[in-house]
Nanobody
Framework: QVQLVESGGGLVQPGGSLRLSCAASGSFSGIYGMAWAWYRQAPGKQRELVAKITKGGTTNYADSVKGRFTVSRDNAKNTLYLQMNSLRPEDTAVYYC?????????WGQGTQVTVSS
């Protein structure tokens, strides 16, 4: 069973930056052999995939964040990151990490990102 703990969220003004982290722990062989992704869920909306990274390090992004967000991974630390720049009010959401495809029993608490002036 994998436990995921997201952190790094907060309140930021439009145009600002945040770096989210996702630490994986538990009884598993490590994040290195899997594809992972960041997801987000805004109030009243369905959870959506924001960014993904394959086990080989290839990345892909939703059109809404392309050029502003960067996903990365540190296999040695079993940690996933999401660097978010040029944040917009529409980026406000709870951000989660999970494998790709996601495992329903693995969702963490997420970290709240609020972009507002």
């Amino acid at each position: 069973q994998v436990q995921l703990v997201e952190s790094g969220g907060g309140l930021v003004q439009p145009g600002g930056s945040l770096r989210l982290s996702c630490a994986a722990s538990g009884s598993f062989s490590g994040i290195y052999g899997m594809a992972w992704a960041w997801y987000r869920q805004a109030p009243g909306k369905q959870r959506e995939l924001v960014a993904k990274i394959t086990k080989g390090g290839t990345t892909n992004y939703a059109d809404s964040v392309k050029g502003r967000f960067t996903v990365s991974r540190d296999n040695a630390k079993n940690t996933l990151y999401l660097q978010m720049n040029s944040l917009r009010p529409e980026d406000t959401a709870v951000y989660y990490c999970n494998s790709l495809p996601p495992v329903s029993s693995t969702w963490g608490q997420g970290t709240q990102v609020t972009v507002s002036s």
